[in-house]
């Protein structure tokens, strides 16, 4: 009979595990809140870096084309977007050959995210592209009427952004690999 009027080593036992019990559950749900959180950030820093790699390579073909024919500059991209590969897709559209200055075309970038695929795009302000396929750095592709340019360019590429003219004497921004 004294055992039921001191039940301490019992209840001391089950309020241990309950004080146990809430405090893993708070750390497990404050643990989830701050993955999430970095998850969203590291989303968050891929849009940022694919924003600065789209948009420097904008400029890059914005000076070759102000610059004039003979212009040329070679440019080497990052090797990865945080650790992860990448691509830039270029889409140029030549609607009339008259045109001289006007946005063409866009520059993608495009890479695997968290769960889906990612891409950021920037506008490409030339006349036209055109590109010197080289195995595993550039690939061309074109479609459609009017015919639509597709351009891409891998990862860590080291490649040459020349403004050349055509045939009919316009300006090109020409894109191959640099040597």
């Known amino acids: ?12 036992a089950v309020e241990v595990l309950a ?5 893993l559950l708070v750390f497990v749900m404050v643990s989830a809140v701050f993955m999430s959180a970095q998850a969203q950030e590291l989303t968050h820093a891929e849009n940022a870096y694919a ?12 000076t070759s ?33 008259d045109a001289e200055i006007r946005e063409s075309g866009f520059v993608f970038v495009e890479w695997q995210g968290q769960a889906n695929p990612q891409s950021f795009a920037a506008p490409l302000v030339a006349n036209y592209f055109d590109a010197i396929p080289a195995t595993g750095v550039i690939e ?17 590429s080291k490649i040459k952004l020349s403004n050349v003219r055509d045939t009919d004497g316009k300006s090109i921004i020409l894109i191959e690999q640099a040597t």
């Open 1 to 12: 009979m004294s055992n039921m009027n001191n039940p301490t080593k019992g209840q001391a």
């Open 19 to 23: 004080y146990a019990s809430f405090f």
């Open 51 to 62: 924003q600065e790699i789209a948009y420097g390579f904008s400029d890059n073909v914005r």
């Open 65 to 97: 084309f102000i610059a004039g024919p003979g212009f040329s500059q070679t440019i080497s991209l990052p090797p990865n977007l945080l650790g992860k590969p990448y691509t830039l897709r270029i889409s140029s559209t030549q609607f009339s050959p």
């Open 140 to 156: 061309k592709d074109q479609q459609g009427t009017p015919v639509t340019t597709f351009i891409t360019i891998h990862s860590g």
